[in-house]
């Protein structure tokens, strides 16, 4: 039998680190090769990694809740030497299972099965942050020896007593700070990360005084990803946002009638549907709306597919994957993956390649009866479309006052990209087919 260890892989593009969600082994379980064994939540999606050997769990190095780095081991195995096999490749951005790309050699691999197994029924459960009371974050005492030598001594029980996260012992190591030393001031005693840097310059920390009801929410996965995007987004893009309300009477229409429609029978036509293929049709008529600044080479990249984003709230936070080539679709294909994207969205299974590549987004914050926002731009993208809600509003039809249905719209861009009147052409093109959805037809 050989000891092998099996390192934490990049799940997506440039990740740095995941939080353990879930074991779904324990030590002495047999596993076949390619068996989930652990689930795992990155910034950008939940996903369950394989087992790259055939053998028995050793060790799990990690707990439930921890946060670890890419590159670092988190579990062992006790494999038969004739069954060990050479670890499989990580998948590329965007390819299906089965697919895979060599990965460095630097970084151990495994096949990354995106996503929970068809019919597994398993969700994510709502678990507290994980306070770690050993170095590195959250590691098992097997870990610790071997990462310190054999000789090493096993932790102390002052350094055991010490609460802090994973990021914050980082933070410890980089500063050459002492937990130990440190007065942790969070939630019973729990070492933050101003306890650490005021440590790191002499002063002593001030110690908080939580208050009463309060609740603290871990800024990790893809709440963390979603405020790093946005903020920069916010500070690297000029943002423009303009607005336009629009009779959408003939729109809402033509919705009733597609609802009874054979080809959408299994489908619910909605106001974020017909806008959709209004901003497709937009973006065939104005290409410069579906491009990206390339600031390393100097240069603006037109985008020959548009990739629509579409904002999804998640119980794990905002979301905005996309529908690749949506220009190819037709209407009702277009409605399906609509539908597939919100519900796999909602169920957790969102794939880290169907949030990558997107090209231009549109938000619907109609559905929470809201009238209308300025929306920040997704990171590389040059806009974004905001869809409100739908109400019955007085309005001027045919010279005369009507009650119609009116929504509002709005278009933040990159002014960088796109000039006011480009905006504004788009912006009032959209408008103009959502009023008369026979432009649609026209315009296509």
């Known amino acids: 039998m050989t000891r092998q260890e099996f390192r934490l892989p990049d799940l997506g593009e440039g990740l740095t680190e995941g939080e353990i969600l879930r074991w779904l082994v ?12 652990v689930e795992v939540e990155t910034a950008k999606a939940a996903v369950e990694v394989p087992s790259p050997y055939a053998g028995v769990v050793a060790e799990l190095l990690y707990d439930e809740g921890a946060t670890v780095d890419v590159g670092r ?3 062992t195995f006790d494999v038969d030497d004739a069954a060990t096999t050479p670890d499989a490749a990580v998948p590329a951005a965007g390819a299906t299972e089965g697919e895979s790309a060599v990965a460095g050699e630097e970084r151990q691999s495994v096949l990354v099965g995106y996503g929970p197994r068809e019919g597994s029924g398993r969700r994510r459960r709502s678990r507290p942050a994980a306070v770690v009371a050993a170095e590195p974050p959250a590691p098992r005492r097997g870990l610790e020896q071997a990462e310190r030598g054999s000789g090493a001594a096993v932790a102390t029980a002052a350094e055991a007593a010490v609460l802090a996260k994973p990021p914050v012992r980082k933070l410890a190591r980089d500063l050459g700070v002492d937990l130990r030393s440190v007065s942790g001031t969070g939630p019973e005693g729990v070492i933050t990360r101003d306890d650490v ?3 790191a310059g002499g002063a002593a920390p001030l110690r908080a005084v939580p208050a009463a009801g309060d609740e603290r929410i871990p800024i990790r996965g893809v709440r963390k990803a979603m405020a790093a995007a946005v903020t920069a987004s916010a500070f690297t ?6 607005f336009l309300t629009v009779d959408v009477t003939e729109s809402m229409a033509l919705l009733e009638r597609l609802a009874g429609a054979p080809e959408f029978a299994e489908l619910r036509p909605s106001p974020l549907l017909l806008a959709a293929r209004a901003l497709l049709v937009g973006v065939r008529r104005h290409p410069l709306i579906n491009s990206s600044w390339d600031e390393q080479r100097q240069e603006v990249v037109v985008h020959g597919d548009v990739n629509l984003g579409i904002a999804a709230a998640t119980p794990r936070g905002l ?23 919100a519900r796999t969205a909602r169920e957790g299974k969102t794939a880290p390649a169907d949030m990558q590549r997107g ?10 009866g809201v009238d ?6 997704t990171p590389g993208e040059a806009a974004i479309l905001c869809l409100g809600a739908v109400r019955d509003m007085p309005w001027v039809h045919e010279g005369e006052i009507a009650v119609r249905k009116v929504t509002q719209l709005a278009l933040s861009f990159d002014h ?29």
């Open 197 to 199: 840097q005021s440590a």
């Open 26 to 37: 324990s030590p002495g379980d047999p596993v076949t090769l390619n068996q989930p064994i």
């Open 237 to 242: 893009a000029p943002h423009v946002t303009e």
């Open 73 to 75: 081991p988190i579990i």
């Open 372 to 377: 209308n926002g300025t929306p920040i731009l």
């Open 359 to 368: 090209t231009i987004t549109i938000t619907n914050v109609g559905v929470f």
């Open 319 to 341: 979301l905005v994957p996309n529908v690749k080539a949506a220009q190819r679709l037709s209407l009702a294909e277009l409605a399906q993956a609509l539908a597939d994207l």
């Open 416 to 444: 960088r990209l796109v000039d006011g009147e480009l905006g504004s052409r788009f912006l009032a093109d959209v408008g103009a087919m959502l009023r008369d959805p026979s432009l649609l037809l026209a315009w296509s």
